[in-house]
């Protein structure tokens, strides 16, 4: 897996996984908002698709992780439903089906996530 691209998102839990849940659909199986995966424990695979065109646009499979949930000074435990501030990180195949659209003609699904779904 060494010559797979990783890209790191960083930024609230819910932004994060409303943005990430426009490439996905429960209806292909676990997103990355699976309960066994969100939590950190697990490493999850999801296929991605063009922003809202399931299951029309595949762009190709990913493996992703989050960061572990950490528990700091004053804050209430991992089930709580608050603003967290989380890290992810997916990998996708370099070579992976290049993009094909009106702002990301021929950026590869890497170059996508990297550039469009960064969130401070």
Known sequence: MSY???????????????????????EAGPTFAAAVCVSGRRQGSV????AGRYPLQPLGPVTFLWRPRTQGPGQEDEGSQGSTHRQLWIWAHPAMKPVRGTNVQNQSVVEVLSNHLTIH
């Open 47 to 50: 296929v991605v698709y063009r």
């Open 4 to 26: 797979y691209c990783c890209v790191e998102l960083q930024g609230p839990e819910e932004q994060l996984l409303a943005t990430l849940s426009k490439l996905t659909s429960k």
